[in-house]
């Protein structure tokens, strides 16, 4: 037992040393999105993974067929653009780069573009999506994911503000050149980096973000409120 208070008391003594610069700690985990909960009916549920595919096809799983893939388990923090962190997260999913060995990307493409309801994106650099920490979870902390953090699939990029990481996650857009995303687009950094204090837009730097005039999609794949 005194091995036990003293892991505990080592691991919160070194809680500062993983709070990205500008952030602070909190306890528990915030339930923090834009617009309601959606409702979760699996006989209309998929995941999509489309665009720019080694292929030229899309491919698509239902819900028993994406939990039957590979999972693996992430423990990390989260961090909020405004603001607080949360520590030791367990996270348990699918991990981004067997989606990535699965529907392999054409050789031009440089970024990702997450979808989620009610037409709400993500955008990432391809490399920031291609890391083993980054993950379709399912899970959090040993049980399924609830409603209002994400269920039944939540993007987790760990070394990226949360706002990289939509809940509720239904598609994957392969992209051979970069478009912001739902944030992005309203004033929040393109590649969002904690440790670098990336939060808004007007901290940009040349190449951070895509070239004036980048095109939106048109047509999304989840029409409906952006959350």
Same mark, same amino acid.
């Given at each position: 037992m005194a091995g036990n208070r003293q892991g505990a008391a080592e691991s919160t003594a070194g809680i500062p040393h993983r709070i990205p610069p500008g952030q602070h700690h909190v306890h528990g985990w915030p339930v923090s999105h834009y617009g309601s909960v959606p409702r979760f009916r699996p006989e209309r549920w998929n995941l999509r993974v489309f665009g720019a595919t080694?292929?030229?096809?899309?491919?698509?799983?239902?819900?028993?067929?994406?939990?039957?893939?590979p999972h693996t388990t992430v423990v990390a923090d989260l961090h909020c653009?405004?603001?607080?962190?949360?520590? =030791?997260?367990?996270?348990?999913?699918?991990?981004?780069?067997?989606?990535?060995?699965?529907?392999? %990307?054409? /050789? !031009?493409?440089?970024?990702?573009?997450?979808?989620?309801?009610?037409?709400?994106?993500?955008?990432?650099?391809?490399a920031d999506f291609d890391t083993p920490e980054t993950l379709l979870a399912t899970h959090h902390n040993g049980e399924p994911l609830t409603a209002e953090h994400g269920f039944p699939l939540r993007l987790v990029v760990?070394?990226?503000?949360?706002?990289?990481?939509?809940?509720?996650?239904?598609?994957?857009?392969?992209?051979?050149?970069?478009?912001?995303?739902?944030?992005?687009?309203?004033?929040?950094?393109?590649?969002? =980096?904690?440790?670098?204090?990336?939060?808004?837009?007007?901290?940009?730097?040349?190449?951070?973000? %895509?070239? /004036? !005039?980048?095109?939106?999609?048109?047509?999304?794949?989840?029409?409906?409120?952006?959350?």
């Open positions: 080694a292929g030229g096809a899309e491919r698509q799983w239902v819900f028993d067929e994406l939990t039957a893939l653009a405004t603001g607080p962190t949360s520590t =030791d997260h367990e996270w348990y999913g699918v991990p981004a780069r067997t989606l990535l060995e699965l529907v392999p %990307p054409a /050789p !031009g493409v440089t970024h990702v573009m997450a979808w989620a309801e009610y037409g709400y994106t993500a955008n990432l650099r391809l760990p070394h990226l503000f949360g706002y990289k990481g939509p809940k509720w996650l239904r598609g994957i857009e392969y992209l051979t050149e970069d478009r912001r995303g739902f944030w992005e687009e309203r004033g929040y950094h393109n590649i969002g =980096d904690p440790w670098r204090e990336q939060r808004y837009s007007d901290q940009e730097g040349p190449g951070d973000g %895509p070239l /004036p !005039g980048a095109a939106a999609l048109a047509d999304p794949p989840y029409r409906g409120p952006s959350i």
